[in-house]
């Protein structure tokens, strides 16, 4: 059943990102956490949830974020500012974070 719209932010957006780790998961988390809204317009809640995705294998945590705005325009600038930050985050992961670096390794070795 579909969540009821609320009527103060009638635009809303569920975005999932699965990370191989809690712990990147949990990073990203609190990196995304600490700037905070700009407008009054935009409503953001996050939350770690285990991945619902059966393909998967198992363990990946996902990072899901939920938007809420008043108009699409809104709710457009809020999410391209929220995959730039994400972007950004997972590039530093990627080249300074002992288990992506863990995980590069062994996908590389034959």
């Given at each position: 059943?579909?969540?009821?719209i ?10 999932d990102v ?6 990147l998961?949990?990073?990203?988390l ?5 700037d905070?809204?700009?407008?009054p ?11 619902q995705?059966?393909?998967?294998s ?13 108009t699409?325009r809104?709710l ?12 950004l ?9 002992e288990?992506?670096?863990?995980a ?7």
């Open positions: 059943m579909a969540a009821p609320d009527p103060d932010f009638p635009c809303a957006l569920t975005i699965p990370f191989p780790t809690a712990r998961a949990s990073t990203a609190q990196a995304l956490q600490v905070k809204e700009l407008s317009l935009v409503s953001r809640a996050f939350a770690l949830a285990p991945s995705n059966t393909e998967a198992t363990g990946l945590i996902v990072l899901r974020t939920e938007y809420k705005a008043t699409n809104m457009r600038v809020a999410v391209n500012s929220f995959m730039e930050s994400l972007n985050i997972i590039e530093v992961m990627a080249e300074l974070d288990d992506v670096l863990a590069r390794d062994e996908a590389e070795a034959p």
